[in-house]
């Protein structure tokens, strides 16, 4: 296994769609990378794209930073809906190191997702998992945290984040 690195933003693969995972099995050197990638910064979700991968695909572990490890791989995911009551959350990236943005998105998710096993799963999630989700699907779309605020914020946000580079 290996820690890769991470795109950091404006790398124009983080702006880019990726496309559909066709060969499930081919990714598993892949996914352990992108765990240790991401405990290793430490990150609780980190996206095939982040690490120039651009393929539909994302890791993710919601609690292991309060102890308990839980990975989970969603390999072409598919939002199957979202609830109607959006929640504003200040998000950080991997991939935008230091900047946290605040971020409307729906507190629960149904997704339907591939396993690294090849097994097509269904389930819904609420709360931190459903954002941590959210979050890793948006990057699969070409799509940051930046995009989600209005112009002048984002401005402040991208001067903010250029000062500390």
């Not at 690195?5 to 880019?16: G, K, V, Y």
């Not at 209005?150 to 500390?164: F, G, I, K, V």
């Amino acid at each position: 296994m290996a820690v890769l690195p991470i795109l950091a933003w404006p790398d124009p693969r983080l702006s880019q769609r990726c496309a559909p995972v066709d060969d499930v099995a081919a990714l598993a050197p892949l996914i352990a990378d992108m765990f240790e990638t991401m405990y290793a910064a430490p990150g609780r979700g980190l996206a095939a794209p982040q690490v120039g991968v651009m393929q539909r695909f994302f890791v993710m572990d919601c609690t292991w930073k309060e102890g308990e490890r839980s990975p989970m791989v969603m390999i072409n995911p598919v939002i199957m809906a979202a609830e109607r009551v959006p929640v504003v959350m200040d998000e950080g990236c991997l991939s935008i190191p230091g900047i946290m943005v605040p971020v409307e998105r729906p507190v629960a998710v149904t997704v339907q997702w591939t396993s690294e096993t090849g097994e097509i799963h269904m389930a819904d999630f609420d709360g931190f998992e459903a954002r941590c989700i959210q979050h890793e699907f948006d990057h699969l779309n070409g799509t940051v945290t930046l995009d989600h605020v209005a112009p002048e914020l984002r401005a402040e946000l991208e001067a903010r984040y250029a000062e500390a580079q």
